[in-house]
């Protein structure tokens, strides 16, 4: 016949049972880590291998880099991946700078350094109609000083080059109001701010598509573009 076990054989029974029991959920536990760090290598690895344009240019906002990861522009404003709207009352504002797709204020190089607009000069157009006229007003700072400007509307956004910039609006007239452009001068001051309006007797209707208007120097380059959504 057996024997029962006794105390000692119970305790030992009980004490293997918890060892393993211990080792089992320090095994999970160890497996849980292993992978969070792999996970977080992972992560870090992805992130140091985004292209140089998806950290600080406006390529940041882009979908491919949105799809690579996180990014950050340093213009944000200037070259969102949306379409630029106007502000409340017709209000349009903007800093210059090299051409994106998106961009309200597009300055372009020239030969004379004097003319050049510089990057992040600002400017703000307020474009205003009734029934029988139209009304743009424009306000710049931090352009170069004593320099005069020609802004023109034209058809067609701004375009990466000026070439490229669609043709001068023409509104035909007839009778009083014979046919006729947008045209706004302006000469700075010692700061480089200057302000300026004009007023013509006409609505520029919206299929004519009057979508920006262009900034000539003195020597009739192209310097600049403001686009009109």
């Known amino acids: 016949m057996g024997r029962s076990p ?3 054989s119970k305790t030992l029974f009980l004490l293997t049972a918890l060892t393993a029991v211990s080792l089992f959920f320090t095994a999970c536990t160890n497996a849980g880590n292993q992978e969070d760090t792999a996970n977080n290598a992972t992560s870090s690895a992805a992130s140091s291998t985004l292209p140089s344009d998806c950290e600080t240019g406006p390529e940041a906002t882009s979908s491919s880099c949105q799809a690579a990861g996180p990014g ?3 213009a944000a404003d200037r070259c969102s991946d949306t379409s630029p709207t106007p502000l409340d009352g017709g ?3 903007g800093a210059f700078g090299p051409w994106c797709e998106n961009a309200i204020a597009t300055s372009y190089p ?3 350094t004097e003319s ?7 400017m703000e157009l307020t474009i205003s109609e009734t029934d029988m006229d139209t009304t743009i007003d424009m306000q710049v700072q931090d352009f ?3 320099a005069t400007y020609q802004g023109i509307l034209h058809e067609g956004p701004c375009a990466e080059s000026p070439g490229d910039i669609g043709p001068e609006y023409i509104h035909e007239g007839s009778g009083d109001n014979p046919n006729a452009n947008v045209v706004l001068d302006f000469t700075t001051a010692s700061d480089g701010s200057a302000s300026a309006a004009v007023t013509v007797p006409f609505v ?3 299929n004519a598509s009057g979508d920006s208007l262009v900034l000539q120097d003195t020597g009739m380059q192209i310097v600049g573009c403001v686009r009109i959504p």
């Open 72 to 74: 950050r522009t340093v």
């Open 204 to 206: 520029v209707p919206d």
């Open 116 to 122: 050049l607009i510089p990057e992040g000069a600002e």
């Open 91 to 93: 209000v349009i504002e």
């Open 110 to 112: 020239t030969g004379n």
């Open 144 to 146: 170069p000083a004593s």
């Open 6 to 8: 006794g105390p000692t």
